[in-house]
């Protein structure tokens, strides 16, 4: 997603140096802007994700670990 973000963008800077209609601007903007909130929100779903596992091993795991390392 991060790549076609970034496609995107240099498109979007491509038409606005050649001075492509305001039509076509807005078009590419819209679809730039929503790539951008959607990454976003798929950035934020994977720190949860990751602070829900970083979560079980700390809570679940690791206790279980050191209790069997002591035995």
Do not use: C, W
């Not at 979007?12 to 990454?39: F, P």
């Amino acid at each position: 997603m991060k790549s076609e973000y970034q496609k995107k963008m240099a498109l979007l800077n491509k038409h606005r140096k050649r001075g492509v209609s305001s039509d076509k601007l807005k078009q590419i903007e819209a679809s730039v802007n929503h790539l951008h909130t959607t990454y976003i929100v798929e950035m934020q779903s994977i720190d949860s994700t990751v602070s829900e596992i970083n979560r079980l091993h700390d809570q679940h795991l690791y206790p279980k670990l050191v209790q069997f390392v002591q035995q």
